[in-house]
């Protein structure tokens, strides 16, 4: 039933080295993925699109690659720093709606 | 240039009682779609909503949930007769038209924390 898995619920990186955060989704026929980030107590906030079209999609630290014929989506954070830990959330557009993942919670430390 | 603003920040309802949440979207926003998180899961879709109409209310539990958003004022989402599986951060989000979430994303509310006990 979950359309949106991210199968790892923590992830920890030094400072300065890469993150990477996956997900996978189920039905090819989505055209459009995000990547959020929310802090504890607040609301998520926009990170990073791709749409189908692309494999690629990059701004400043953050590259969100997309590999359809694999289902699978990831976000690169390059490189990474304290204030990037979060939890991470792919989400997928589907007719006005977001179908999120269950999240990845990033620690960077020092 | 105010953000979507949700209120009360947390709300504690005993069993029973009912919970309503408001949601403010940004200026010239007149798309609302809320959404609730349950504890370590994500969030999932409820309602969404333009000024005075129900767009899509497939996410919304059959009983005890209802949500508006009038000409005037917040949207509002109402649950009746509350149950400890209510408890939940309900999140509010915004657009300005229809569409443009799939590559902008939507704009959240910092949320409303809901305890029943």
């Known amino acids: 039933d979950q359309q949106v898995k991210q199968n790892s619920p923590s992830l920890s990186v030094q400072e300065g080295r890469i993150s990477i955060l996956n997900c996978d989704y189920t039905?090819?026929?989505?055209?459009?993925f995000l990547w959020y980030k929310k802090y504890p107590a607040e609301g998520p906030t926009f990170l990073i699109s791709?749409?189908?079209?692309?494999d690629k999609n990059e701004d400043g630290r953050f590259t969100v690659f997309l590999n359809k014929s694999a289902k699978h989506l990831s976000l690169h954070i390059v490189p990474s720093q304290p204030g990037d830990s979060a939890v991470y959330f792919c989400?997928?557009?589907?007719?006005?709606?977001?179908?999120f993942g269950t999240g990845t919670r990033l620690q960077v430390f020092p | 240039n105010a953000g979507v603003m949700q209120n009360p920040r947390h709300l504690v309802r005993r069993r029973g009682q009912e919970a309503r949440l408001r949601c403010s979207p940004m200026k010239g926003h007149s798309h609302v779609y809320w959404y609730r998180q349950l504890p370590e899961e994500g969030l999932k879709f409820m309602v969404y909503l333009q000024k005075e109409n129900i767009i899509d209310e497939s996410g919304m539990p059959k009983e005890r949930f209802s949500a508006e958003f009038p000409k005037e004022g917040p949207s509002i989402l109402r649950i009746q007769q509350v149950v400890r599986g209510d408890s939940a951060a309900y999140f509010c989000a915004s657009s300005p038209v229809a569409g443009t979430g799939a590559l902008s994303g939507y704009t959240f509310g910092s949320g409303t924390r809901l305890t029943v006990v």
């Open positions: 039905n090819s026929m989505f055209d459009y």
């Open positions: 791709i749409s189908s079209i692309k």
């Open positions: 989400a997928i557009y589907n007719t006005d709606k977001l179908i």
